[in-house]
């Protein structure tokens, strides 16, 4: 029961404060991640040392700080961590950014907006191209910035209390701003950040199938499931895409299509299915994501109570 309090509890902090705007602790290890991405060779052997170094010793770390303490005051720290290490708050107000400039003719602001968002160039988008990438990237690191979040908590707290829980959370936390920093396929990051990228798609493999299910569950089943089946393998992310298109289907809308990345123009396949976005997708792909989320309570307090 400890355990989905804790869940509950995060999920209520993050809700209620967002993240911190002062002393966040990713804040202090994405400096030291860039330390060492200045320093550093741009070899695999190297990126690889580097994401060992940033992972495991602040997972450990966390892990046997909160091992030591009484199992209250373990799981009071435990919900202090899954806020700082959960996303949705932010995620929600960077993707509402974007539809607010949108509905107010700000296409300008939009883009930088959006740009905060994604990866792609977003200079010359245009209105309908600003909207799909803001829901892209809303399924996506839903995908990856929440939901497998809440996995790794809950699986580490199931399996060995409130340090397990924190060590995975702070774990999960780590290696997906690495992949975030590091796991593009530019020149700079093809070798340097390849043990990032692997680690990041091993991490979230089981996580992205879920939160591809549970859009089927709180949306149109039929069409997410389709739609997760003959499409997902198109798209380059091993984990993005069951979410993304899952997601798109249980919302019955058209995401992707071309884009520029880095100055590069991709030809990327578009899917979903249905109507292309339009105002108020947003708000109902929110909707959406917060319905999964209860439906993951739900399971982790079963899960809770069935494993004591």
């Known amino acids: 029961m400890e355990l989905t309090l804790a869940v509950v509890a995060g999920l209520a902090l993050d809700a209620l404060l967002g993240e911190p705007r002062a002393g966040h ?25 580097a994401w060992l170094v940033l992972v495991v010793p ?37 993707t509402r950014a974007v539809e607010t400039a949108l509905a107010a003719g700000d296409v300008a602001g939009a883009r930088r907006a959006v740009a905060c968002l994604v990866s792609r160039d977003t200079a010359c988008m245009d209105v309908a191209a600003v909207r799909r990438a803001a829901l892209e990237s809303l399924l996506e690191n839903a995908g990856d910035g929440v939901h497998a979040t809440l996995f790794w908590f809950a699986a580490g707290g199931l399996a060995a209390g409130p340090g397990g829980a ?5 774990a999960h936390r780590a290696i997906n701003t690495l992949d975030a920093m590091w796991g593009y396929r530019t020149p700079r990051y093809r070798r340097f950040g390849w043990a990032a990228a692997r680690a990041d798609d091993l991490a979230n493999w089981p996580s992205a199938r879920l939160t591809a299910l549970s859009f089927a569950l709180v949306g149109n ?18 984990n993005a895409g069951p979410v993304m298109c899952a997601g ?14 880095h100055g590069v123009y991709q030809q990327r396949p578009v899917f979903g299915c249905g109507a292309f976005a339009a105002g108020g997708d947003i708000e109902r792909a929110i909707a959406m994501i917060a319905r999964t989320l209860v439906v993951w309570i739900a399971a982790i ?3 809770d109570a069935l494993w004591r």
């Open 248 to 261: 798109a289907g249980a919302l019955g809308l058209r995401l992707g299509g071309a884009a520029f990345y």
């Open 166 to 170: 924190v060590a995975a959370a702070v």
């Open 58 to 94: 602040p997972a450990a770390a966390a892990g046997m700080a909160v091992w030591a303490l009484a199992p209250l005051a373990g799981w009071l720290v435990a919900t202090v961590v899954l806020w700082l290490c959960i996303a949705w708050h932010s995620l929600k107000a960077h």
């Open 25 to 49: 602790p990713l804040v202090g290890f994405g400096r030291l991640a860039t330390a060492l991405d200045r320093r550093l060779p741009r070899r695999r052997w190297a990126g690889a040392l």
């Open 221 to 238: 089943a039929g069409r997410a499931l389709r739609c997760w089946r003959q499409q997902a393998r198109a798209l380059a992310s091993p």
């Open 301 to 303: 307090l079963l899960l």
